[in-house]
């Protein structure tokens, strides 16, 4: 599926995407740092000479969307990503191409609904709950990579067959034709995680402690 390394022995493989998660205790976010610190790891660089900023896909706008490397200059080639759920945060980090990571707690009554709304005409019903949610990981890691977000239907992707990580999905937007690669994670039976990214070839995904 993917590779598990401790941080110290974990190269910075800049044809690859680091991906970590965090705890995340209700009211205190780690996500932008953790960003920070893992897009210094993968320069290497200073923490503090890093510098995050947001650009929106839609709408160029800095104050919202994507996040993006703004300092270093050579941070800039990085492409990041992050997600937040109750619990966890899950932060990416790579070269490779846009990319996109999404986590979500396993919980029914955060996915009650999403199958009717989520779900492509070709894709059977899901038949269980950790199916529904590796699903819609994946649809929004996607919908991220891209830098759509959910102003593109996700039940306008089609993720079957299920085949091993990674594997090739199909985005379509206004005749584009966009090939993501798209990773499960694995983060344990509570939540659900996947990272997309971009490109033509298969990245290798490393989730780094
Ligand atoms: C991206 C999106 C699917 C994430 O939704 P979510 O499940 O509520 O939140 P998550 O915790 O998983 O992810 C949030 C992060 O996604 C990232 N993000 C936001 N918009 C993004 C986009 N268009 N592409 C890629 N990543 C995006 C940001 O880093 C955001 O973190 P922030 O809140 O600190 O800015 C959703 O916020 C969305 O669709 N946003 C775009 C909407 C849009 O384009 N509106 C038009 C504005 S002009």
Redesign the pocket.
Same mark, same amino acid.
């Given at each position: 599926m993917h590779e598990r390394e401790p941080a110290d022995a974990q190269a910075a493989d800049m044809t690859g995407v680091l991906v970590r998660v965090l705890v995340r205790h209700d009211g205190w976010?780690v996500?932008?740092a953790a960003?920070v610190e893992l897009v210094a790891q993968t320069l290497p660089a200073p923490a503090d000479h890093v510098r995050l900023g947001?650009r929106?896909?839609?709408?160029g706008?800095t104050d919202?969307?994507?996040?993006v490397v703004v300092a270093p200059l050579d941070g800039r080639r990085l492409h990041?990503?992050? &997600?937040? *759920?109750l619990g966890r945060?899950?932060v990416a980090v790579g070269s490779a191409g846009?990319v996109?990571?999404?986590?979500?707690r396993v919980d029914p009554e955060r996915f009650a609904g999403v199958a009717t709304v989520a779900q492509h005409d070709d894709e059977p019903d899901a038949d269980s709950l950790d199916l529904l949610a590796a699903r819609w990981v994946q649809k929004?890691a996607i919908?991220?990579?891209?830098?759509? &977000?959910? *102003?593109?239907d996700p039940a306008g992707l089609d993720l079957t067959p299920r085949r091993p990580s990674p594997f090739a999905v199909t985005a379509t937007r206004n005749g584009l034709v966009v090939r993501v690669w798209v990773s499960e994670l694995g983060v344990g039976t509570r939540y659900a995680a996947a990272v997309a990214v971009v490109g033509e070839t298969p990245p290798r995904v490393t989730l780094v402690s």
């Amino acid at each position: 599926m993917h590779e598990r390394e401790p941080a110290d022995a974990q190269a910075a493989d800049m044809t690859g995407v680091l991906v970590r998660v965090l705890v995340r205790h209700d009211g205190w976010d780690v996500a932008e740092a953790a960003l920070v610190e893992l897009v210094a790891q993968t320069l290497p660089a200073p923490a503090d000479h890093v510098r995050l900023g947001r650009r929106c896909p839609r709408c160029g706008a800095t104050d919202h969307g994507r996040p993006v490397v703004v300092a270093p200059l050579d941070g800039r080639r990085l492409h990041v990503s992050l &997600g937040r *759920t109750l619990g966890r945060v899950a932060v990416a980090v790579g070269s490779a191409g846009p990319v996109g990571v999404d986590i979500e707690r396993v919980d029914p009554e955060r996915f009650a609904g999403v199958a009717t709304v989520a779900q492509h005409d070709d894709e059977p019903d899901a038949d269980s709950l950790d199916l529904l949610a590796a699903r819609w990981v994946q649809k929004e890691a996607i919908l991220k990579a891209t830098g759509w &977000g959910l *102003t593109e239907d996700p039940a306008g992707l089609d993720l079957t067959p299920r085949r091993p990580s990674p594997f090739a999905v199909t985005a379509t937007r206004n005749g584009l034709v966009v090939r993501v690669w798209v990773s499960e994670l694995g983060v344990g039976t509570r939540y659900a995680a996947a990272v997309a990214v971009v490109g033509e070839t298969p990245p290798r995904v490393t989730l780094v402690s």
